[in-house]
């Protein structure tokens, strides 16, 4: 099973500007499908989203290539302060 916790981690600590600021946690819910949440500093939080969303689908996309072979499901979202 990929690690996705470090998987998105990686990937938003290599966007940001203050990566050490960027809190990556995962949970697994009964149905089996992991959730990935990321927590950002509330200066980063656009460049994390993105115009339009283009980079948090970018990363969500990213993470759900990774569960393909393993048969997985993954949501990837933002927590907010």
């Known amino acids: ?3 996705y916790e470090e998987l998105v981690g990686f990937v938003v ?3 940001v500007a203050d990566p050490d600021e960027v809190e990556v946690t ?3 819910n009964s149905g089996g499908a992991v959730k990935v949440m990321i927590k950002v500093s509330r200066d980063d939080m656009g460049r994390l989203i993105g115009k339009r969303g283009v980079t948090i689908n ?3 996309l990213i993470a759900k290539a990774a569960a393909v072979k393993p048969g997985e499901k993954v949501d990837v979202d933002i927590l907010e302060d």
């Open 1 to 3: 099973m990929p690690d």
């Open 26 to 28: 995962s949970q697994r």
């Open 13 to 15: 600590r290599s966007i």
């Open 58 to 60: 970018a990363i969500r």
